[in-house]
Nanobody, 126 residues
Framework: QVQVVESGGGLVQAGGSLRLSCAASGRTFSSYAMGWFRQAPGKEREFVAAISWSGDNTYYADSVKGRFTISRDNAKITVYLQMNSLKPEDTAVYYC???????????????????WGQGTQVTVSS
């Protein structure tokens, strides 16, 4: 089992940057594929970025490609989401998710993840 806790959200002006962190507990963290999702008020939860258990494979939503970077440090059992050139439409609650896997697979659908954090608010002002 793994538990995940997000941090790093806040209020930032458009064009600014934030780095979200997702700290995980559990000795098998390196066996988990990780993902970031976000949910804006009145909208469904949407995929943002995902990373394989080794960190070799990453995938991004078109809306954040080139602006956001997902990475992980298995020694620190932490996943990061570096967000640059933020836009007001990036405003949402951001969630970290984990899924146990034995392959270098990445997952983009929320129902494929078994463990979720409580979320961290990101607000981008115009």
């Amino acid at each position: 089992q793994v538990q995940v806790v997000e941090s790093g959200g806040g209020l930032v002006q458009a064009g600014g940057s934030l780095r979200l962190s997702c700290a995980a507990s559990g000795r098998t963290f390196s066996s988990y594929a990780m993902g970031w999702f976000r949910q804006a008020p009145g909208k469904e939860r949407e995929f943002v970025a995902a990373i394989s258990w080794s960190g070799d494979n990453t995938y991004y939503a078109d809306s954040v490609k080139g602006r956001f970077t997902i990475s992980r440090d298995n020694a620190k059992i932490t996943v990061y989401l570096q967000m640059n050139s933020l836009k007001p439409e990036d405003t949402a609650v951001y969630y970290c998710a984990a899924r146990l896997t034995t392959a270098q697979t990445i997952f983009t659908m929320p129902w494929l993840y078994s463990h979720w954090g409580q979320g961290t608010q990101v607000t981008v002002s115009s």
